[in-house]
């Protein structure tokens, strides 16, 4: 098949998932490509197209995509429509609000013009996250409803996700899969502290929903114990958490260090805390479950999924105190917390893989295109070779 992939934002676990699955996708021989925002990046993103370039035989683009939703949408879903229309897709896939909403925009306008182009769409969370009620979360649940019609398929990473959507957009219209985020094999290997990690490490995008706010009081709160902190990542929040460390008299015990590799970042830190408030289905904690990583994290979105069968216990979102209990916990009693983080790594081993989640979302595009042939061939090679 010929699949495009559109996302905005080229950074955190949306951008790792869409790697993922255009490796394998290429793997199997089919023609795959990239189209993302050309202004939101990490200090990482460069190296991780430069690594998957040789693969992708339809090519990496880059186009200007707003975040805030405005004027600017219209010429990006020209953009996109005009890119896919030279490449002679069977398969346009959006990722996120933005990237979903120009897929299927673009999708329908090819296909009023006599190309047939099968639409899919991953939340990643993106509006479903959003707090009810608002008059933006209101606005983009009415553009959700109205694109659900241009929509072949929706894939939900978590069973959250799915009934998130369900409630809030649609509980009818397009044909809906769960496919959740899966592992390579080398993200299986455990990761020793470096010999001056701190104590609590937070890996992601530095963001009002991630919680980091509340990690930096639960650490004020603790000053007497010395507990220190490592912040990875950046994020349009960045500024603000920087002051409000300084603010609360935390310069000495907490540093931050931009957007770092994740096995790198992870040796960082001897207790991963993810202060979430809302989440579709993280691949930080994936990704620090399969590196043998202690866990601290909220009950919130897909992460009861990923730790479920596991005596990882979840703590509530927003709740200092909870941080602060679980913290406090975990530093007397690192023998524990080190039993529940192999549990968790077999568990997640058994469960979370790249080849599972690429073989259900081929096979979901396969039974919506009206060219399922096409994908018999690549998937029975795997098959074989698995077997």
């Known amino acids: 098949m010929r699949i495009l992939h559109c996302l905005r934002a080229p950074v955190g676990g949306l951008f790792r998932h869409v790697l993922d699955v255009v490796e394998e996708q290429a793997n199997r021989g089919h023609d795959v490509g990239i189209l993302a925002d050309s202004n939101a990046e990490d200090t990482l993103t460069a190296t991780k197209f430069a690594a998957i370039s040789s693969k992708l035989s339809l090519g990496i683009a880059r186009i200007p995509m707003p975040r805030q939703p405005g004027i600017g949408d219209i010429t990006a879903v020209r953009a996109v429509w005009s890119h896919a229309r030279k490449l002679d897709l069977d398969v346009l896939h959006g990722h996120g609000a933005k990237g979903g909403a120009y897929a299927r925009l ?211 979102a927003g709740s200092v105190s909870a941080i602060v209990a679980s913290l406090t916990f975990g530093l007397d009693n690192p023998e524990t917390l080190r039993a529940r983080a192999e549990t968790l790594r077999q568990k997640v081993g058994q469960k979370f893989t790249v080849t599972a989640m690429t073989d259900a979302i081929l096979s979901f595009y396969g039974v919506l295109s009206e060219r399922p042939g096409l994908l018999t061939q690549p998937t029975a090679k795997l098959q074989s070779h698995r077997g």
């Open 106 to 316: 673009a999708a329908r306008s090819l296909s009023i013009r006599g190309r047939t182009v099968k639409s899919f769409y991953t939340p990643h969370g993106g509006s479903l996250n959003l707090k009810p009620g608002s008059i933006e979360q209101r606005v983009l649940m009415m553009i959700e409803r109205a694109l659900e019609s241009m929509t072949t398929g929706l894939i939900f990473e978590s069973a959250h996700a799915a009934r998130v959507y369900r409630e809030r957009i649609s509980a009818k219209g397009a044909p809906q899969r769960v496919i959740s985020n899966g592992l390579k094999p080398a993200d299986f290997a455990s990761v020793e502290p470096h010999p001056d990690a701190s104590d609590v490490l937070f890996v992601g995008e530095l963001r009002d929903l991630k919680g980091i706010d509340v990690l930096l009081l639960a650490l004020a709160e603790m000053k007497d114990r010395g507990v220190t902190a490592t912040i990875v990542g950046s994020g349009p929040d960045e500024t603000r958490f920087k002051a409000m460390s300084s603010a609360l008299g935390l310069d000495e015990r907490v540093r931050f260090t931009g957007a770092l590799p994740i096995r790198e970042a992870f040796a960082l830190g001897r207790i991963m805390v993810v202060p979430s408030r809302a989440e579709s289905f993280p691949y930080v904690v994936l990704e620090a479950a399969a590196a043998s990583l202690p866990l601290i994290a909220t009950n919130v979105g897909g992460i009861p999924e990923i730790v479920a069968e596991t005596d990882t216990p979840l703590i509530e």
